[in-house]
């Protein structure tokens, strides 16, 4: 069992950027691939970004690619978001959310290959 706490959001203007973070509970963290996916309002939950448990692999949504990164510190238990050149519809509500499928990169762009998610942060981007 593990259990995830965003943090990192806010308010920034387009252009900026944010770092976001997103701290685990439990040993088995650096057994857990991670993602990032983000909710705006009446829209559904999208995928962001994923990287494998060993942080070897990375995978990105287009939307991100080229803007987004995301790294991981298995000794921190900590996963992050770097969000660069943010853009007002990066608006969202990002949550992080670990997967122990054991599945390809390109699979943890689906919801359904988590287990464990966190309760969100709020990314607002003004033009």
């Known amino acids: 069992q593990v259990q995830l706490v965003e943090s990192g959001g806010g308010l920034v203007q387009a252009g900026g950027s944010l770092r976001l973070s997103c701290a685990a509970s439990?040993?088995?963290?650096?057994?857990?691939?991670m993602g990032w996916f983000r909710q705006a309002p009446g829209k559904e939950r999208e995928f962001v970004a994923a990287?494998?448990?060993?942080?070897?692999?990375?995978y990105y949504a287009d939307s991100g690619k080229g803007r987004f990164i995301i790294s991981r510190d298995n000794a921190k238990n900590t996963v992050y978001l770097q969000m660069n050149s943010l853009k007002p519809e990066d608006t969202a509500l990002y949550y992080c959310?670990?997967?122990?499928?054991?599945?390809?990169?390109?699979?943890?762009?689906?919801?359904?290959?988590?287990?464990?998610w966190g309760q969100g942060t709020q990314v607002t981007v003004s033009s």
């Open positions: 439990g040993r088995a963290f650096s057994s857990y691939d």
């Open positions: 959310a670990a997967s122990r499928a054991m599945t390809t990169m390109t699979m943890l762009v689906t919801l359904r290959v988590y287990a464990h």
């Open positions: 990287i494998s448990w060993t942080g070897g692999s990375t």
